[in-house]
C-alpha cells in the first residue's frame, strides 16, 4: 500500500530574500569598487603640476644665473687692480680681463631671458639688465677720466658710483642664483611627489581590478545557482 509523500517542498519566497540579499550585497561592493576606480582614473587623468623637461629648463636657469653670478663678481677685483696701476701698459691686461667678464656677463642675460616664462621672472632678469645699463655707464665713465686724468681723478670722482653700481648688480645677480636654486629643488620634490601618487594610483588600480574580477566570478557563480534552484 503506497503512502502519501509527506516531504515538504522548499518555499520559493523563502529563497527569494537570500537571493535579493545576495544581490544587494553585490551591488553595494559593485559601487564601492565604482567609486574606488572613478577616483584613481580622475586622479590619474589628472595634469602633473610640472614635467621633466619642466625640471631640465630650470636646471639650466640655475646654470645661467650661477654663471652670471660669477662674472659680476669677477669684475670686482680688476676693477680695484685699475686705480692702483699707474702704467696704461700693465692696465691693458685688465682692461681685456674686465672686458671679457663683461661680455660674458651679458650672455647670461641674453640666455636667461629666453628660459624665463613667467611676468615676474621677466621683471627680475629686466632689473638685473637696468642694473647691468647702470654699471656700464659708470664704469666707461671711470675709464675715461682714468685715462684722461689719472687714477686721482677717477678715485674721486667716479669709483665711489662705480663701486656702487657693481655692487647692486652684484647684490641682484646673487639673489637671482639663490631663488633660481630654491625653485629648483621645490620643483624637484614636486615632480618626485607626483611620481609617488602616480604609482600608488597604480597599485589602487590594479587592486580594484581583482577584486572587480572576483567579485565579478562571485556574481556569475550566484546566478547560476540561481537558475539552478
Known amino acids: 500500500m503506497p503512502y502519501p509523500n509527506t516531504a515538504v517542498p522548499a518555499a520559493p519566497a523563502?529563497?527569494?530574500?537570500?537571493?535579493?540579499?545576495?544581490?544587494?550585497?553585490?551591488?553595494?561592493i559593485a559601487g564601492i569598487l565604482g567609486a574606488l576606480g572613478l577616483f584613481a582614473a580622475q586622479q590619474?587623468?589628472?595634469?602633473?603640476?610640472?614635467?621633466?623637461?619642466?625640471?631640465?629648463?630650470?636646471?639650466?636657469?640655475?646654470?645661467?644665473?650661477?654663471?652670471l653670478q660669477?662674472?659680476?663678481?669677477?669684475?670686482?677685483?680688476?676693477?680695484?687692480?685699475?686705480?692702483?696701476?699707474?702704467?696704461?701698459?700693465?692696465?691693458?691686461?685688465?682692461?681685456?680681463?674686465?672686458?671679457?667678464?663683461?661680455?660674458?656677463?651679458?650672455?647670461?642675460?641674453?640666455?636667461?631671458?629666453?628660459?624665463?616664462k613667467a611676468p615676474q621672472d621677466k621683471a627680475r632678469v629686466q632689473e638685473l639688465l637696468d642694473l647691468r645699463t647702470r654699471y656700464d655707464e659708470r664704469y666707461t665713465a671711470?675709464?675715461?677720466?682714468?685715462?684722461?686724468?689719472?687714477?686721482q681723478g677717477a678715485l674721486s670722482q667716479f669709483w665711489a658710483p662705480t663701486r656702487e653700481a657693481l655692487a647692486a648688480m652684484t647684490q641682484a645677480s646673487r639673489r637671482l642664483a639663490e631663488q633660481e636654486r630654491s625653485t629648483f629643488a621645490t620643483q624637484r620634490v614636486t615632480l618626485e611627489n607626483h611620481g609617488a601618487e602616480t604609482q600608488r594610483l597604480m597599485w589602487v588600480a590594479a587592486v580594484v581590478a581583482l577584486l572587480a574580477a572576483a567579485l565579478g566570478g562571485f556574481g556569475v557563480r550566484m546566478l547560476g545557482r540561481g537558475v539552478a534552484a
Do not use: F
Open 70 to 116: 660669477r662674472h659680476a663678481e669677477g669684475t670686482t677685483v680688476p676693477l680695484v687692480q685699475l686705480l692702483v696701476t699707474p702704467d696704461r701698459e700693465m692696465r691693458i691686461p685688465l682692461y681685456k680681463q674686465i672686458d671679457t667678464a663683461n661680455a660674458a656677463a651679458e650672455g647670461d642675460l641674453a640666455a636667461l631671458a629666453l628660459l624665463v
Open 44 to 67: 590619474w587623468l589628472r595634469p602633473a603640476p610640472l614635467t621633466v623637461a619642466d625640471l631640465d629648463t630650470q636646471q639650466q636657469r640655475v646654470a645661467v644665473a650661477e654663471s
Open 14 to 28: 523563502a529563497v527569494a530574500p537570500r537571493a535579493g540579499a545576495r544581490l544587494a550585497l553585490l551591488l553595494a
Open 142 to 151: 671711470a675709464v675715461e677720466e682714468l685715462e684722461l686724468s689719472g687714477a
